[in-house]
Each structure stands twice: as structure tokens, then as C-alpha cells.
């Protein structure tokens, strides 16, 4: 079974009852993105650094629980109405008249606490979904809580038009499913 990317969507959500999404059409195949969370490191614990009966491994700490992990892609800028509410919804600023709601501190890393938010309200972070089509079904990645810094996004020309290049850090959970959330199109 092969499963391409071509003409698939990437679709960012923010974090009202019914989601706002934004479509983005992915065609550039350079999604580079983790496959699972990250998990706490397990130290071997020894009685006076001599290996016994009674040795074992410990849980070592939580704070790799929130240690955001690398996201990036790019995309094709397909139209102008499309590239402005791309903009605008990084920006934090409302969508196509749609007020965009932070994810931010909506989901459990460690299943059972709230993520923080952060200590700067003006940051917003999205949900990503990332779809790849095979014969057999789609397998569609979810993303919580992104944060796309507009400082390491990247806009160039190229023979084909305009690539816009997206770096992002993901701070919630990390999932994986047969089909989009459901929700509402600002672009509609």
C-alpha cells in the first residue's frame, strides 16, 4: 500500500465549542513532524552505585512531558484570500470575520493536568491535522496546542509561484485517526 500526500490538506483548528478550521492545501511533501509523544526518561536507581537484588528504574522527570517538539511544512500559496487568512490566523487576529480561540492549555500530555498556557497571552497556538490518502483509508495525525512563531516563518518565490514555510513547536497531544475533526470553514 502507498500512501502520497499529494493534493492532501493540512487543516489548522483554534479552540471554540465547534471548531474554526482553516484548509490549507499541502502539496509540498515536506512535512517533517513526530509520530508520538515524547515520554519520561526511566534512571536506574542502585544501592550505593552497586548493581543488586534491589536495583531498579525510577520515572525520572516530567518536564519532558512539556518540552514542545519540533513541526514544520510549507505550502504553495494557492490564492490571495487563502495566504490572508493564513496570515491572519497566525497573527492571533480574527479569520474572515471569525474570532480564532487559543488551544493553548486544552489537552494533557501527561493525562492527567491541564498543559499550562503561556506566560504571554498574545501567543496563540492551534490544533493541526495532517491527512495522508492511501487506497485503504486515510490516516490523518492530530496535532494540539502548535504554536507557529511568525519570526521562523519563511515566505520565498519559486519557479512554481510563492512558498510559505512554516516552523512550529507542539506543546499538547499527539494523535492519530481515520478522518478530520469536524467543524467550520472560515473560508466559507
Excluded at 479552540?15 to 508520538?36: C, E, H, K, Q, R
Excluded at 496535532?143 to 499538547?172: I, N, R
Aim: hydrophobic residues 30%; aromatic residues 10%.
Amino acid at each position: 500500500m502507498k500512501f502520497t500526500n499529494r493534493d492532501g490538506e493540512i487543516r489548522l483548528y483554534d479552540g471554540t465549542g465547534t471548531p474554526f478550521y482553516l484548509g490549507i492545501v499541502f502539496s509540498g511533501g515536506d512535512l517533517s513532524a513526530p509520530l508520538g509523544p515524547p515520554r519520561p526518561e526511566e534512571e536506574l536507581v542502585l544501592d550505593r552505585q552497586k548493581m543488586d537484588a534491589n536495583a531498579c528504574y525510577v520515572r525520572g522527570s516530567d518536564s519532558v512531558l512539556l518540552t514542545p517538539l519540533e513541526i514544520s511544512f510549507s505550502v504553495n500559496v494557492t490564492s490571495h484570500a487563502t495566504f490572508g487568512y493564513l496570515l491572519d490566523w497566525l497573527e492571533g487576529n480574527t479569520v474572515n470575520g471569525n474570532t480564532i480561540v487559543t488551544t493553548k492549555g486544552t489537552t494533557r500530555r501527561d493525562g492527567a493536568t491541564d498543559n499550562p498556557g503561556f506566560a504571554d497571552p498574545n501567543k496563540k497556538c492551534s490544533n493541526l491535522e495532517y491527512r495522508l490518502d492511501g487506497p485503504g483509508g486515510d490516516l490523518v495525525w492530530k496535532y494540539a496546542e502548535v504554536y507557529f512563531p511568525l519570526d521562523t516563518a519563511t515566505m520565498s518565490e519559486t519557479d512554481d509561484g510563492v512558498k510559505v514555510e512554516l516552523k512550529g513547536q507542539v506543546y499538547g497531544t499527539l494523535t492519530r485517526g481515520g478522518a478530520f475533526t469536524s467543524g467550520q470553514d472560515v473560508a466559507s
